[in-house]
């Protein structure tokens, strides 16, 4: 038994898995053994099951050659050449040609095959992720099917040709991977934006204090720590920039482009929740997070003691 593949690059990674798929069929009355070579422009794995003994119960060894083979070769596939699919799929069906449209992408299709996985340790455990066991289970089928009508397997034709329906799979993936990135896009240049809008203003306040008291509830006060009331601040240019649905985000941060301060003070005990990110990422210089202080005693209660503001 033999089959054929053409990349020079990662034929020993196959070679290496193909061995070890073998190791558990090894017994004293057969031996099975694979052997590589490399071709001008192709390389060949041979598979060979001898008997030692007569009493070797042939027909089950080639069968379960097969099944070791098969398994391997589904493991390859989808631990070397997803990703190079992948690629293919945003390049050639999605027409993405700039290199950082693409690996911005194929960043998300990583973040949704790990998230796959239901736990933080999504990297390490990404193998056991039900979606890409089923794509390796489906891989499999094919292979044992096609090895078990012919003793030769070219790699590269059932890449291009049999794989149909686990390239759809991976499509969707790619589809949702892009659906991120241009959400991301639109995100990012709606920040810078709104970076350009604050840039060109003149501060009209010396300051403002943000106090997040948890969750989604934050306060606004001035300089003079009194209540600043969204209500009463023109909100049509806000409105016209922000240009989608209010939340409770997008008056925060309108609230804080109409006042126009010229220092942002943050207080907060979670200084990593995504509005907070954004406005700092907005307001860039002018913000400052504080850690603990007296205002972060009256409003967030008792905490834990560190340098007073942090830039």
């Known amino acids: 038994m033999a089959f054929s593949y ?31 070579a490399r071709y001008p422009g192709y390389g060949i794995i041979r598979v060979e099951a ?13 069968v379960s ?23 293919h799929l945003i390049i050639k069906e999605f027409h993405y040609d700039k290199t950082a449209d693409v690996e911005a992408i194929e960043g998300y299709c990583q973040q949704s095959l790990q998230l796959e996985c239901g736990g933080d340790d999504g990297l390490l455990t990404l193998n056991s992720s039900p979606s890409k066991q089923r794509r390796k289970g489906m891989l499999k089928e094919l292979l044992s099917h096609m090895l078990g009508e012919h003793p030769v397997l070219n790699l590269d034709g059932f890449l291009a040709f049999r794989i149909q329906e686990y390239k759809e799979e991976l499509r ?49 006060l001035n300089d003079k720590m009194e209540p600043i009331d969204a209500s009463d601040l023109d909100t049509t240019l806000r ?3 922000l240009e989608k649905d209010i939340n409770f985000e997008d008056m925060i941060v309108s609230t804080l482009i109409s006042v ?27 913000t400052s997070v504080c850690a603990y202080c007296r205002t972060c005693d009256l409003y967030l209660g008792e905490g834990k003691k560190h340098d007073q503001l942090s830039p």
């Open 172 to 220: 969707e993936i790619v589809e949702y991977a892009i659906d991120e990135f241009m959400m991301d896009r639109q995100y990012q240049e709606f920040i810078s934006l709104l970076q350009y809008f604050v840039y060109i203003q003149e501060a009209k306040i010396p300051a403002v204090h943000l106090i997040h008291k948890g969750g989604h509830e934050f306060v606004i």
């Open 239 to 241: 409105m016209e920039v």
């Open 260 to 286: 126009s301060p010229a220092n942002i003070y943050i207080h907060t005990r979670d200084a990593d929740l995504t509005i907070i990110k954004t406005i700092r990422q907005i307001f860039e210089d002018r």
């Open 6 to 36: 053409g990349d020079d690059a990662e034929d020993q990674s196959l070679f290496l898995q193909v061995q070890q798929g073998l190791q558990l069929l090894h017994r004293s009355k057969a031996l099975v053994k694979a052997e590589f």
């Open 50 to 62: 001898e008997m030692l003994e007569r009493d070797v119960d042939m027909p089950w060894l080639l």
């Open 65 to 87: 050659v097969k099944e070791a083979l098969a398994e391997a070769i589904a493991g390859f596939i989808v631990a070397d050449k997803e990703p190079g699919i992948l690629r």
